[in-house]
Every structure is written in C-alpha cells, then in structure tokens.
C-alpha cells in the first residue's frame, strides 16, 4: 500500500525542517549526542527494563536466571520426542564434525572443519542459508585500515557498547581476528563496495569511533552468505542436510555430545546423526515476538539451539537483553519489522518525530536510539499514526541523495529502494515510517574464545552464544561474530574430534533427566520444543486444528 493522503499531508512536516536540517549537517552541525547521565534516563524506555517483560527460569543449568517469558517457556517445555520411544542405535549418518544450522557460522565452521580434514555434516531446518546472516546489511566491522584504526579502538567500541559488561576474552578474540576474516572473505569472491582505485569504502554505524564498517551495498549478508555457500558446496567433504533441524542433541555414556536427533520435515521422521564432535550454529529468537514486537529476523528464528544446548547441560548468559533494532518498517504493512539498516542513518538521514522535528541524534548506540524512539511515540505522544493505528518515526531517506547526490540512495541502498518501490514509494523523494524492531538475540549458550561448552565434543558459535557483546551489539558485529566463532568452532571442533572424541553408546539420557526436573520443579505443560516454525494461524482457526500442536511429533 503507497502512503495515504494523511500520511503525505504528515510527510509535509518533514520536508519542511529538511532544509534548515540539510543546512546543518553540511555545516557540521549534529543534534547533541546524549550524555551518559541522559543515556540511562533514556534506556528506561527500552523493553529489556521492563521486569514484567521477564519471569524466573525454574529448571536446568541457568535455573534461577530471569529471562524474557517467551525464552523461559520454551527452556520449561518438553522434548518432541518421547526418549523411550527413540532407537538411538538406528544411525542414520555418521560424520566426524555435525553442524546444526546452515547460516554464516554453520557454514564458516563447515569450511573451516572440512580444510582440517574432518568430514562434515550440516543439518539445516530450511534451506543452507536460509538464515539471519542472509538478511544482515549494512556491514561487518574490521579495523584494516592499520593508519587510522586498530583493533585496540576496535575492542573499546564494542566493551562500550556493551556497557563493558562483555566477556573481554571474546572480545579481544572478535577484534583481532576480523582483518582476517575480511581478507579471508575476499579471496573468495565476496564483492565489497570500493572505492574506483581498490580501497575498501567503510562507513560509521552508532557507536563507532571510526569509520571500519565494511559493506556490500545494502545486501551485505546475502553477498557474504551466497560466497561462503557457494564454497561449502563445493567441497566433496561437505554433506548438507536441508529440512533436517535437530530436535534433541545426543550425549553418549561418557556425557560427551556425540551427534543429535534431526527430524525429516519433508518424511516427518526422525534420524540419529552420529558425531565425533558438535556444533550448534542455530541462530537466534526473532521469531519469538518477545515483548509482541515485530522482527527483522527469518522465518526460522525461533531459538532452537538454545533448547537444545541448555537441555544437555549448558548454561545461558546475557539472555535479559535482546536487541530491538531502531529502524524497522512500521508501514507499509506488508513490510512489517523489515530491516532499515543503519547505514541510512549513518549516510545522514535524520530521525524525526510528527512535527518534523529532531529528537535524537541518529547515531546513538542502537539500544538508546531504540530506546528514544519508543519514548518519543509512547510517552510523549509524537509519533506519527498508521492507517491501523500503529505509531512511527520518520527517517528522512531523501537527505542522502541531497547531500551526497543524487541517485545515491537507489546505488546504495539497492534492496530498499527496490522494495519500497513495489509501493509505489521512492525512498529517495519520501522518507520511511520506521519504528524498533526485534532484531537480535544478545545472549545465548555460554562459551569461551574456542567456541568450548560445559559439555565436552559440543561447540557453538554465532548468535546462539552469548557473552562477546554484552548487553549490547553494535552493529557490524554480529557478521563479524558468526565468521569469527564459526571458522573458530570449526577449527576446534575437527581437532577435538580427531584428538580427543571418546567412542561409546548414544544416549538420551539427558532428556529423560529434565523430564523429571521439569516434574519435580512442578512444571506442568503441554509445550513441546524446539519450536522449529513459529505459528501465526489465527486462534480461532488454531481452536479448529485439534492436532495442530503435535503434528511431526512424536509425544
Ligand atoms: O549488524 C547489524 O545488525 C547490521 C549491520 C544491521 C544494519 O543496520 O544493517
């Protein structure tokens, strides 16, 4: 739908601040960035201050944490399938490294595992790369410009915008290795934006102290994604198993991690994979709407990992903050939650409120300019309506193309402009209606700098872990993270299960044991997970599906 009458009558506001705004950019002028005394006042409006937002977890390794309620119910579901009912012994595949999700770190780590010599097996729930790295685009940071930059500044930037509550072993592991991985990216055919000479363009994104974002456009996942695929399938050494997500991971006598449960979503049923070692790369819980926001994330986003993970044993860190991402489309409805990357605002766009007026300075970190965005439209009443009654900020698109000139918008921000365009919307004529959308799961398993778990022969990497960014991402890193701990996991894992991996009989014994935590904690549920798919069938029409619930399962 293109914008209604009032909300050009709205837009008029806008345009009228933008030369006095366009003015005062050119001359150097910026809308003052808060102070930290205005930034905690501000971060009160952020969802993850909201106590009623989390409950106690009652069971597992974490019990006692206090997590969002939707993280909470699934850690207090039950397994999919029931643990007497497996045949364990039935080994469908047999694999040296088995990797359990097919995005950027999945992938990474696959190649990685393969060039140690290890055969690897990638589980993937959808499609390989079917993932959030896909949809990541405005950049991935990396200090290569050694004159101006370092991983030294690198590492400040992230502690800082984690509210320096980050684990600095993975920080500094983050930040040392991300000039590699850029070169390790470009020998393989990533094709980042360049300036006419060769040098790598970098931009700002909030909360960078240099310019050490590198990008592909606006499509910087998909590009970086389609490489790293491509590679892993070609390479002999690697088997992928589309449409298989793991339901359960499998431990042996020893209570080791010795491979996992997928289930054939195409066959509905199940297949024991036996592995030497493990890795979790499943990605994060967009797909949980926690707090009912919309999000940014695929479609199969729904925390599976973490399931399994914290199940067999591993705890959870980090998990009270999800990041909400400032600028998500609020209308066009049929855009809903899509990304608007940073690097909008970055190139210069202004965030304004209904008058047109500035209320905070575009390159907060994301956490207080999310944070002020939902203060401006809830508690000060100047957000601008959508036709169904939602509330929006403007981000003001057009200013790109006035400053940095014309037909920059539809160069730089390709996938936007495209898909704005099918609403008959030119988002460098118009600015967006944006509002925060969920776009990242901060927190996660826990681990250190060699992607290690509690449990021996299981590795994670990605945004299944927590811990490297705190209580905060700034953006870039999450690219970044996924190839750094993915390659790191991969390279980990083949040596563990060439090195160390102990032979014995798989169990589920594990699964049994939280049965009857669950029961003696007195936790009476019909929930099953992994979620695997989220479910937007309308309640009424979901009351009529009996079965619904249990389809694909075998409790
Ligand atoms: O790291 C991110 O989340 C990112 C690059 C998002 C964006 O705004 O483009």
Not at 423 to 436: A, G, T, W
Not at 468 to 474: A, F, K, P, S
């Amino acid at each position: 739908m293109s914008y209604t009458d009032t909300l050009r009558d709205l837009i008029r506001a806008v345009e009228k601040t933008r030369p006095e705004r366009v003015a005062r950019k050119r001359g150097g002028e910026e809308f003052p960035l808060m102070s930290l005394e205005e930034r905690s006042k501000t971060l009160r409006y952020h969802p993850d201050y909201r106590e009623e937002g989390r409950r106690e977890v009652r069971v597992g390794p974490s019990k006692g944490s206090h997590l969002p309620h939707e993280i909470a119910d699934l850690l207090e579901a039950g397994s999919r399938v029931d643990a007497d009912a497996v045949d364990v012994s039935r080994i469908h595949a047999e694999t040296d490294v088995l990797i359990l999700g097919g995005g950027g770190a999945g992938t990474a780590a696959a190649l990685l595992a393969d060039s140690q010599g290890a055969r690897v097996v990638v589980a993937t729930k959808l499609r390989h790369g079917d993932a959030n790295t896909m949809m990541a685009e405005g950049g991935i940071q990396a200090a290569t410009k050694q004159d101006k930059d370092s991983p030294y500044d690198h590492y400040l930037d992230v502690m800082g915008g984690g509210h320096f509550t980050n684990v600095p072993e993975l920080v500094q592991t983050l930040v040392t290795h991300a000039p590699d991985v850029i070169g390790w990216l470009e020998e393989m055919g990533v094709i980042f934006s360049k300036f006419p000479d060769g040098r790598l363009k970098t931009m700002h994104g909030g909360g960078t102290s240099r310019k050490r974002m590198h990008y592909a456009a606006d499509i910087t996942g998909t590009e970086i994604m389609r490489t790293i695929r491509d590679e892993a399938r070609n390479r002999p050494g690697i088997s992928v198993m589309e449409f298989s997500p793991g339901v359960e991971l499998l431990l042996n006598e020893h209570g080791d991690c010795a491979g996992a449960l997928l289930y054939n979503m195409e066959t509905e049923e199940y297949d024991v994979v036996k592995a030497r070692a493990v890795i979790l790369a499943t990605g994060g819980c967009g797909r949980l709407h926690i707090q009912g926001y919309m999000t940014t994330n695929h479609y199969g986003a729904t925390a599976d990992g973490l399931v399994l993970g914290y199940r067999a044993g591993v705890g959870v860190c980090f998990l009270h903050t999800v990041q909400y991402h400032p600028t998500g489309t609020v209308f066009p409805e049929q855009l809903e939650g899509f990304l608007l990357t940073e690097k909008f605002r970055g190139a210069g766009a202004n965030v304004l409120n209904v008058d047109g007026a500035q209320f905070v300075n575009e390159r907060e970190p994301r956490d207080v300019e999310a944070a002020a965005i939902i203060r401006e439209c809830l508690v000060r009443g100047k957000g601008t309506p959508t036709p169904t009654g939602k509330l929006g900020v403007w981000l003001d698109s057009p200013m790109i193309d006035i400053l940095h000139g014309e037909g920059t918008v539809a160069r730089e921000f390709p996938g936007k402009f495209i898909a704005y365009k099918r609403f008959e919307i030119d988002i460098s004529k118009e600015p967006m209606l944006v509002y925060p959308t969920l776009h990242y799961q901060n927190g996660g398993l826990k681990t250190n700098a060699c992607c290690e778990t509690a449990v021996p022969g299981l590795f994670v990497a990605g945004e299944v872990t927590g811990g490297v960014h705190g209580e905060n991402r700034l953006m870039g890193n999450s690219l970044l993270d996924v190839l750094v701990f993915g390659r790191m996991a991969g390279n980990y894992a083949a040596v563990y299960a060439f090195e160390k991996a102990k032979a014995g009989r798989l169990t589920l014994d594990h699964v049994r044991a939280y049965h009857r935590e669950l029961e003696a904690a007195g936790i009476v549920t019909d929930r099953v997970a992994p979620m695997l798919l989220p479910d937007y069938t309308d309640a009424e029409v979901r009351r009529r599906q009996l079965t619904a619930h249990y389809v694909g399962t075998l409790r």
